[in-house]
């Protein structure tokens, strides 16, 4: 794959063909293909499962005022990931390159919509969803230590350098990342079943909150405005994150046509069924009232149904899942960036690697500064804002499902979606964009969300600039070399690229 300035358009030039081989000594070099079914379903799962389940719940039932009308929300928030995943896997099969949504809107839209992808995903969804659980972390900790609900003063500060820790390790040492987030999900998975165990505890002690699942008060003061639902639903999506992981490393699945669609479907069924468990034991031991009341729900649970024991058991079991979370987001945005920027995506620099400690330093200092403005922001405002952009670059990827269908409809489509799910899907992203807007809490949440199109063509257009009238490899150099940094060229990565990366190379 070649640097050359002289042999590179102005940013990216769209190919005709969509791969991600990787050039060696002898060729093109093929990712192997080792992820079965079980292992596909379990990747979706632990990718899904994790601090959202904890944070989601109180903007849920605050939105729709009741027990039922959240529980609902959240099993449809399952039933719209579930056929989201359906329709992915039509374009992974069509399009069978690891890389997720870039590959298919640059595919289907050419190179603008796909550097709008990749800036908002690597700049405002990925940093924007890490400091919501950067922040969960802070409150968790902040309450173990200080023993009383902490400012919010408190929280940033403890958040502040629990960014600056994780983005150290991240630079120092990024198989131990790995192995960390390895131990984590097993704390995960140890949580949910124990949170399991506290709402039955609960209710057989006679403690439990029945008049929640009660057919005459389930469903009081549950909300009638459309927007609060489709606010609703941006915090229960929230917990689903990730139920698109597969598509991102596509060219590692053993038979793809079987395993993607298959392997995603078991992960994500286990994750709604997952979440509704975990929803109804809330709902056993708290009031509605009492659950959006509290910020710490994980450690109340344990206090409710063990006493104080079990309560700290679950705030550590918390920590250990948030930075686990964190750590390994971060470990894959950054490797994103870097990947990307070798690609031409983003400025060459940020794709550079130490050459002493094999990690990808530029891109973590920008993921660091990025994720330390966010830290200004209020969770109920960050949820909304990155859902919207989310939720605009599904419904894009979604319109491309349709697009190709029409333009090439004797594609071989292994699994072909009928286009009443693709409309549908693309008519509910599309409402899950607009909806929010006509909401006096979440409006501008969502205006600040959509901002970052703009800023993208802007960017977009200065690149291109740039790199027509100054040259790609002189302008980048004068960064590159005070940072005292080399290319990926000159230095190979600690851990490889990230899940989230693009593959297809820019010639």
Known sequence: MKNSASERSPLLKKSDSVGSDLEGSDGPVKL??????????LVVFGNCVGAGIFISPKGVFEETGSAGAGMIVFAMAGVIATLCNLAYAELGLLMPSSGGEFVYIRKAYGNLPAFLFSFCNSFV???????????????YLATLIWGEIPTISMSKIVALCTVLFIIGINMINSGLVIRFCSFSSVIKMGMVAFLLVCGVTTTLKGNGHLENFQRNTTFIGSATSPTKYGL??????FSYQSWNSLN?????????????PIGGFLGVLGT???YVLCNVSYLLM??????????????DCGKIAFGKIAEIAMCVGLLFSCLGSASGGLLCVSRNIQSTAQEGVFPRWMGSVNPTLKTPIPALMVLCTTMSLYLAVDVNVLIPCLSTVEWSFYCLT?????????????????VKVPLVIAFFLLFVSFGF????LFNDSSRIPVLIGMSSLPIGCVLYGLLCLIRRYFGRDAWDEKIRKPLLIRSNSDSSIDSGHGSDSSSEGMK
């Open 32 to 41: 192997q293909r080792t992820v079965g079914v079980i292992s596909a379903a």
């Open 125 to 139: 969804i990925k940093p924007a969803s890490m400091i919501v659980v950067v922040l969960t972390f802070s409150e």
């Open 232 to 237: 609703a639903f941006y915090f229960a999506a």
């Open 248 to 260: 991102y490393i596509t060219e590692e699945l053993k038979n793809p046509t079987r395993t993607l």
């Open 272 to 274: 709604s069924l997952c």
């Open 286 to 299: 708290f009031s509605t009232t009492d659950l959006i009341a509290t910020n710490t729900i994980a450690m």
């Open 398 to 414: 979604f319109s491309t499902l349709i697009y190709l269908r029409f333009k090439d409809p004797r594609a071989h489509r292994p």
């Open 433 to 436: 964009v607009i909806l929010p």
